[in-house]
């Protein structure tokens, strides 16, 4: 049973939407050194959307720039290629982030809300460590739960299983294994590969709930790990998974974090998500949105 259901995971994962052209060809281009602020432009000014989303986010009062500008190409120079590249993620997946999630109790925009949390967390945490922005880092935030939306309704069959095993003191992402053959952040790694990025953002995805067991220590899925159980714990997206996630003590040791820094971690994400997930809300490719 477990195998059969597994198999249905996969297919579903075989239809789900690649990743729209302008955002390849983008992200593309942002990850090639010798690209100009002028080549970006002319990939992305018939983009209706995430034109909109550069120069809203230029002239924002979440970077504080004191002057306005009206062309994306200088929104580009402003933003910068860590900034627009983020910028770029989060428009093409917004639509299919803010739809409901059966099975794991998240209403329209809940999933979206809590990834943008994240994403503000691991930010905050590379502040306070002072380590330099990563758009990699950020892009792993905000996509590491992608796999829930392939699992919801395979959680929502397995559901009375999985809570039973949870009650036991079974992890979520564990239970969800056991009874369906495969867990959210393993099938979401597989929805990255799919979308041909890179391995290191795969490689966070897939072990955001488990960070000891991903092999070599590495301070970008400590930090996507630490920002997802905080994001919880402040009740942003724990649907029907509750707030029985704790932070790896290893992978706070391994930062050197101290309570205080979580504090204000927290406090500073609660701050940040509302103006930033207000920022971004169109969809790349209109006329493909995911439906």
């Not at 796999?147 to 009375?160: A, Q, R």
């Amino acid at each position: 049973m477990i195998t059969v259901t597994r198999q249905k995971v996969m297919a579903k994962l075989d239809s789900f939407p690649a990743m729209p052209g302008t955002a390849t060809r983008v992200m593309r281009l942002l990850s090639d050194p010798d690209s100009s602020a002028t080549a970006i432009e002319q990939s992305v000014r018939y983009d209706p959307g995430l034109t909109a989303n550069i120069l809203k986010f230029a002239n924002s009062a979440y970077l504080g720039f004191p002057q306005k500008i009206g062309s994306v190409r200088q929104g580009i120079v402003r933003l910068g290629w860590k900034r627009v590249y983020q910028l770029v993620v989060a428009s093409c997946v917004n639509g299919l982030m803010s739809k409901p999630v059966p099975g794991y109790d998240l209403p329209p925009g809940e999933l979206w809300r809590h990834c943008i949390a994240v994403s503000v967390a691991t930010e905050q945490l590379m502040r306070r460590l002072k380590l330099p922005a990563s758009e990699e880092t950020f892009t792993a935030a905000l996509l590491h739960d992608v796999g829930k939306l392939i699992m919801g309704s395979f959680v929502e069959e397995g559901f009375k299983r999985i809570e039973v095993l949870s009650a036991q003191g079974t992890s979520f992402e564990a239970a969800e294994r056991e009874v369906i053959g495969i867990d959210h952040a393993e099938i979401g790694a597989q929805v990255l590969e799919k979308w041909l990025l890179p391995e290191g953002l795969v490689g966070v995805v897939r072990w955001h709930h488990e960070p000891d067991r991903a092999g070599e220590p590495n301070p970008k899925l400590d930090m996507v790990h630490i920002a997802d159980v905080l994001c919880l714990m402040l009740g942003m997206g724990t649907g029907r998974e509750g707030l029985g996630y704790k932070p790896s003590e290893s992978a706070i040791t391994r930062l050197g974090l101290k309570t205080a820094d979580l504090e204000a971690v927290a406090s500073s994400t609660l701050q940040g998500v509302q103006e930033l997930s207000e920022l971004i809300e169109s969809p790349l490719d209109s006329t493909k949105r995911v439906t």
